[in-house]
């Protein structure tokens, strides 16, 4: 019996109906298996016409009869469909990486993270803004210990606050305290799009966002308008947390934004007095995620008293105590998410 590779050598002489080129060439074979009592091709040709399908059949089977004396099925696939290129995003200038920060629910300590990280990134030697884009749950001015309105320029733009050596701004700035944010779609999407194209940022290497958690409305106008460089996925280590992890895998996917990777939250707890590790929640249900969805695993982050204290005061872990495990662990977090933004910087050059 001929292999599948000496097979598809005498496929180069079938030619394309009404052209010169072979079907091997136009891609058309997309697969050919080769049993005991028989052959089976797979063809995928660029159109539904039955007449070029009859016309595949009788060439291909006239070539691969001399060769095979077993039955030939002939078995034509649906092509798959053409990936258009996502349409362009305008850039925010002066900023050399976006990164949006997502969570599949709430309670995952998802703005904790980001707020975090953002910091670690800065402690780490980077120019860092944080865009706090939770419309309806804005906690990013408590965690920081921002009391200030942002300033506006003489262009009317916005003048993010200066925090921790962070540029922030975030809609708990512009309402008066205890308000609650009563806003429709239309009006979700004019403040997003004004925090992305009428805020002075300056010069950024990396501006985190930390998104809304879910995949609403406000997660897909940022997604959507902004040349995100990457999204971060935080979660929890149990089990239940998968389905959460996959919608936002699937957000970023159909927007074209590549997952830097996922981070696991609340990954176990250190004991502040014996210093013992408990694994409250389970644990490595976050790495398991990863690797089911074949993004990277970030890192683990646990579930300590102090980052509570210190978030309430408004000053975040990892300014207050850059020495604990909590704080090193952002530290670590960040160093992964600068090398993966740089790499991707990379290939881009490449391409180009």
């Given at each position: 019996m001929p292999t599948p590779q000496e097979l598809l050598e005498v496929l180069k002489r079938v030619k394309y109906p009404g052209f010169s080129r072979d079907i091997v060439d136009f891609g058309i074979v997309k697969d050919i298996e080769v049993g005991g009592v028989s052959v089976t091709v797979h063809l995928a040709p660029s159109t539904d016409n039955q007449g070029v399908f009859a016309q595949l059949r009788q060439r291909?089977?006239?070539?691969?009869?001399?060769?095979?004396?077993?039955?030939?099925?002939?078995v034509f696939e649906k092509p798959a469909p053409v990936q258009m290129p996502a349409p362009p995003k305008p850039e925010i200038p002066g900023i050399l990486h976006i990164v949006a920060v997502a969570s599949g629910k709430g309670g995952v300590g998802k703005s904790t993270v980001a707020v975090n990280l953002a910091l670690a990134l800065s402690a780490n030697g980077q120019r860092v803004g944080l865009m706090d884009a939770d419309v309806y749950g804005p906690s990013?001015?408590?965690?920081?210990?921002i009391t200030e309105k942002p300033a506006t320029t003489e262009e009317k733009r916005l003048v993010p606050v200066m925090k921790h050596n962070l540029k922030?701004?975030?809609?708990?700035?512009?309402?008066?305290?205890?308000?609650?944010?009563?806003?429709?779609?239309?009006?979700?999407?004019?403040?997003?799009?004004?925090?992305?194209?009428?805020?002075?940022?300056?010069?950024?290497?990396?501006?985190v966002i930390d998104l809304p958690p879910g995949t609403g409305d406000a997660q897909l106008t940022l997604v959507q308008?902004?040349?995100?460089s990457g999204g971060v996925i935080v979660t929890t280590p149990q089990d239940v947390a998968l389905l959460d992890v996959r919608r936002g895998v699937k957000m970023f996917?159909?927007?074209?934004?590549?997952?830097l990777g996922v981070i696991e939250n609340m990954s176990y707890h250190i004991c502040s007095h014996c210093g013992h590790r408990a694994e409250i929640f389970s644990h490595g249900g976050g790495a398991k995620m990863a690797q089911q969805f074949k993004v990277p695993f970030l890192g683990e982050v646990p579930l300590v008293r102090e980052i509570r204290i210190d978030g309430d005061q408004g000053v975040p872990i990892v300014v207050a105590n850059p020495q604990h495990p909590q704080s090193q662990a952002f530290r670590k977090i960040a160093t992964q998410v600068t090398q993966r933004l740089e790499e991707?910087?990379?290939r881009q050059l490449v391409v180009h």
């Amino acid at each position: 019996m001929p292999t599948p590779q000496e097979l598809l050598e005498v496929l180069k002489r079938v030619k394309y109906p009404g052209f010169s080129r072979d079907i091997v060439d136009f891609g058309i074979v997309k697969d050919i298996e080769v049993g005991g009592v028989s052959v089976t091709v797979h063809l995928a040709p660029s159109t539904d016409n039955q007449g070029v399908f009859a016309q595949l059949r009788q060439r291909v089977l006239e070539a691969l009869s001399p060769l095979v004396h077993v039955p030939i099925e002939i078995v034509f696939e649906k092509p798959a469909p053409v990936q258009m290129p996502a349409p362009p995003k305008p850039e925010i200038p002066g900023i050399l990486h976006i990164v949006a920060v997502a969570s599949g629910k709430g309670g995952v300590g998802k703005s904790t993270v980001a707020v975090n990280l953002a910091l670690a990134l800065s402690a780490n030697g980077q120019r860092v803004g944080l865009m706090d884009a939770d419309v309806y749950g804005p906690s990013v001015p408590l965690m920081l210990g921002i009391t200030e309105k942002p300033a506006t320029t003489e262009e009317k733009r916005l003048v993010p606050v200066m925090k921790h050596n962070l540029k922030v701004i975030s809609v708990g700035m512009l309402v008066p305290d205890g308000q609650a944010i009563i806003w429709r779609g239309p009006m979700i999407d004019k403040l997003l799009t004004e925090f992305v194209r009428n805020v002075d940022w300056g010069e950024l290497d990396v501006l985190v966002i930390d998104l809304p958690p879910g995949t609403g409305d406000a997660q897909l106008t940022l997604v959507q308008k902004t040349a995100l460089s990457g999204g971060v996925i935080v979660t929890t280590p149990q089990d239940v947390a998968l389905l959460d992890v996959r919608r936002g895998v699937k957000m970023f996917e159909d927007v074209h934004v590549p997952v830097l990777g996922v981070i696991e939250n609340m990954s176990y707890h250190i004991c502040s007095h014996c210093g013992h590790r408990a694994e409250i929640f389970s644990h490595g249900g976050g790495a398991k995620m990863a690797q089911q969805f074949k993004v990277p695993f970030l890192g683990e982050v646990p579930l300590v008293r102090e980052i509570r204290i210190d978030g309430d005061q408004g000053v975040p872990i990892v300014v207050a105590n850059p020495q604990h495990p909590q704080s090193q662990a952002f530290r670590k977090i960040a160093t992964q998410v600068t090398q993966r933004l740089e790499e991707r910087a990379r290939r881009q050059l490449v391409v180009h």
